[in-house]
Structure formats: C-alpha cells, structure tokens
C-alpha cells in the first residue's frame, strides 16, 4: 500500500506541486486547506505523515501540530517561512518531526517525507497491557488476540489513557486533550464515551481494565 500522507497548505500552488512530487515517490496524497479541516481529515482517515504549514489562514501551525500530537504519533514536517532557531525549536517542542524554510526544493521535501517514513515504520509503536494490545500504526485494539471496533473517539480514549496507565485523568482533562475543551461543564459526552468503551471491552473479555475513581475521572488499570 502506497504510503497515505495528509498534506495541510492553504497554498494552492505549494499543494499542487508537492502533491504532484509525492504522487511521483508513489506516495498517496490527501490535501486540506486550512487547519481545522487537516484535523478533522487526521482523525477519519489517519495518515501515516503531515506535512504542514506553518501559515495557515485559521489556526497557526503549531497549534495544529499540538493538537494532531495530542493524541497521534505520526511523523510531522512543517513548512514554514520563518528561519529564527527560537521558532524552529518552538516547533521542535510542539510536536514538530522535521522542518524546511520556505522557498525549498520538493525533491528535498521528499527525500525528508521518506527519512520520516523509514524511521515511523520501522519503530511502529505497540501499546501492551496484559493481553490488551493497541497498534497505534494501524490504529488496531485487540485483547487476547480479538480485535475490538472502537470509533475515533473511542480509540483516542484508550490511548490517551494507556499513554500513562495508572493515573486517573479528570473529566476536564479528557475534554481539553480530545474536545479542545468545548464541552459545557455538564455535559456527559465524556462519561458516555467512557461507558461504550468500557462495554467494547468487556465484551471480548476486558473487565476492569478500565479504573473510575468517582468524583475525580477516568485511568487504565496497570496490569498486577
């Protein structure tokens, strides 16, 4: 399968010509135009590289790599204007895999696509937890060797818990890192969440993975 790589650039021009270039490395090549739209394109259809730009007409670059890190751990290149080392080492700290200051070469933006690639699969992250095994490359749960079907939502769940097994995460928590904190105060969504998970779980045979500590939030049990 030919490698899926999300391209957000709200340059027409850029987009066309490095869609064309990776198309040519045999590279498959999603575009988006803005930042929200890159983030919700991420989350349906998860790719296995973001190449972004810094400059885009809705939310800066690096907001959008904090968001995308928050709950991926695809490789991220970001293109960007700015050649200042404190803004290259802000990216860096954001979430940022790689950089390249514009006006650049697309066969130097491949050859970078392609490093990233190599060292993305070859270091392909598997979550263990007892028999509970999260494939975070191919997004893929199963628990003794049975697959679960979670939704987006559901996966990033469990993986923002199995991250750090143990510790219990608030509810304000889990909606600043999976809804941008825009749940009201009393919404259940979270709890709702929570509950599907915890069923999808139980029923291949998961109990109790998953710890509620009431009057304080959610965590992942750590095997004993």
Not at 59 to 86: M, Y
Not at 94 to 105: E, R, S, V
Not at 139 to 167: F, H, M, N
Not at 213 to 224: D, E, Q, W
Request: hydrophobic share 40%; net charge neutral.
């Amino acid at each position: 399968m030919p490698p899926h790589i999300l391209l957000i650039e709200d340059n027409a021009d850029i987009a066309n010509v490095v869609q064309y270039e990776l198309n040519q490395a045999g590279c498959n090549v999603v575009t988006a135009p803005d930042g929200l739209t890159g983030l919700i394109y991420a989350r349906e259809q998860p790719p296995q590289l973001v190449i972004l730009d810094l400059g885009l007409p809705d939310f800066d670059g690096a907001e959008v790599a904090r968001r995308l890190r928050k709950t991926s751990t695809f490789p991220i290149i970001i293109l960007t204007a700015v050649d200042a080392v404190d803004r290259k080492v802000g990216l860096l700290e954001a979430g940022a895999n790689d950089y390249l200051t514009k006006p650049f070469h697309p066969e130097e933006l491949v050859a970078r696509v392609k490093v990233q690639l190599r060292q993305y699969q070859g270091g392909a992250e598997m979550l263990s937890y007892g028999t509970l095994e999260i494939h975070t490359l191919k997004r893929q749960v199963t628990y003794d060797g049975r697959p679960i079907e979670l939704s987006p939502k559901e996966y990033e769940l469990l993986l923002l818990l199995a991250r750090q097994p143990g510790r219990v995460y608030s509810r304000q928590e889990i909606d600043q890192k999976l809804w941008n904190g825009q749940l009201s105060r009393h919404s259940n969504v979270v709890d709702v969440h929570m509950g599907n998970l915890r069923n999808k779980l139980r029923s291949v045979g998961g109990y109790s993975l998953l710890r509620t500590v009431r009057g304080v939030g959610y965590g992942l049990k750590v095997p004993g």
